[in-house]
């Protein structure tokens, strides 16, 4: 018979074994990656090559530029109001899907239609508001063929309101689904008690739905923050490559090999998300979602 000791030791043993498909997979992709870029962030670097070698002058040059400053200033604005559009429509989205239709077939076919749209690239998603919101585009036309403004509007496209308006539309989806899903766990007896005692639509929804909620917005928040700070295509297309970000610094910087450069800026920007990401943690206990 074996010992409780052995029986101890091999389950400890077959943990280690399960594990770790998972540990090579997050050390190769994951932890190995983030090593190289952060001993390159401390490379120098000239116009032909790249010179192993321990400096601060890229971060000293990062911290220290007007341009950072202004980019990063621009990022946050984007996250921010990026943030503050989705969470309106993901939430009055789930609010109706979670509380207006009572049939679980209808909300299905109602949640499918609203990801339709991810059934394309985003790319394309992006490109098709280009027609619509270009100077001769069709809101344009419209407007001025119905005498209701007299010159097209300039700042419908290659604006940071067509960024903000593309980033909604790629990634409000990411904020309606860990809301929906929360919204679903709610007990509707406590919305019945509510009723009962007296609570008005306003009271039940401050001081029922929403708190139960919160670990949902803050799953949502965090999808939108990281994809719309690590992204950049969006803000060159959609800007005219007359506006920019944090990641459309570190891009321009690896077009001109500019490596430890943008490794350096791709570090600083990791730390400005990981703080951001710390704040949202501390907020609400994620795991009780997961």
């Known amino acids: 018979m074996?010992?409780?000791?052995?029986f101890t030791v091999d389950k400890q043993i077959n943990s280690y074994w399960?594990?770790?498909?998972?540990?090579?997979?997050?050390?190769?992709?994951?932890?190995?990656?983030?090593?190289?870029?952060?001993?390159?962030?401390?490379?120098?670097?000239?116009?032909?090559?790249?010179?192993?070698?321990?400096?601060?002058?890229?971060?000293?040059?990062?911290?220290?530029?007007?341009?950072?400053w202004l980019a990063y200033l621009q990022t946050f604005k984007y996250a921010f109001l990026t943030w503050a559009i989705t969470l309106l429509i993901g939430?009055?989205?789930?609010?109706?899907?979670?509380?207006?239709?009572?049939?679980?077939?209808?909300?299905?076919?109602?949640?499918?239609?609203?990801?339709?749209?991810f059934l394309?690239?985003?790319?394309?998603?992006?490109?098709?508001?280009?027609?619509?919101l270009g100077r001769n585009g069709l809101i344009n036309t419209g407007l001025t063929s119905a005498d209701i403004i007299s010159s097209p509007?300039?700042?419908?496209?290659?604006?940071?309101?067509?960024?903000?308006?593309?980033?909604?539309h790629l990634?409000?989806?990411?904020?309606?689904?860990?809301?929906?899903?929360?919204?679903?766990?709610?007990?509707?007896?406590?919305i019945e008690a509510a009723i009962d005692a007296g609570a008005t639509p306003f009271r039940i929804l401050v001081d029922i739905i929403i708190p139960l909620c919160k670990s949902g917005i803050t799953i949502g928040s965090i999808f939108i923050f990281t994809l719309v700070m690590g992204d950049f295509i969006t803000v060159k297309v959609m800007g005219g490559g007359i506006k920019a970000n944090v990641a459309v610094l570190i891009y321009n910087e690896i077009s001109l090999l500019q490596y430890p450069a943008a490794?350096?800026?791709?570090?600083?920007?990791?730390?400005?998300?990981?703080?951001m990401l710390i704040m949202l943690f501390r907020l609400v206990d994620i795991r009780k979602e997961v």
């Open 18 to 68: 399960q594990a770790t498909p998972l540990a090579i997979v997050l050390l190769s992709f994951l932890v190995i990656p983030m090593i190289v870029i952060v001993t390159v962030s401390f490379w120098d670097y000239n116009e032909f090559s790249i010179i192993p070698d321990f400096i601060f002058e890229n971060y000293e040059f990062l911290l220290t530029s007007k341009v950072t």
């Open 263 to 275: 490794a350096a800026s791709a570090v600083i920007l990791l730390i400005s998300v990981i703080m």
């Open 91 to 117: 939430f009055f989205v789930s609010y109706y899907l979670a509380f207006h239709i009572k049939s679980n077939g209808m909300q299905t076919v109602l949640f499918l239609i609203c990801t339709v749209p």
């Open 171 to 190: 990634y409000t989806m990411f904020m309606v689904v860990p809301i929906f899903n929360s919204m679903m766990r709610i007990d509707r007896s406590q």
């Open 153 to 168: 509007i300039e700042w419908l496209l290659y604006s940071d309101f067509a960024i903000v308006l593309a980033y909604v």
């Open 2 to 6: 074996n010992s409780p000791t052995l």
């Open 120 to 132: 394309t690239s985003n790319i394309i998603r992006m490109i098709s508001w280009i027609p619509l």
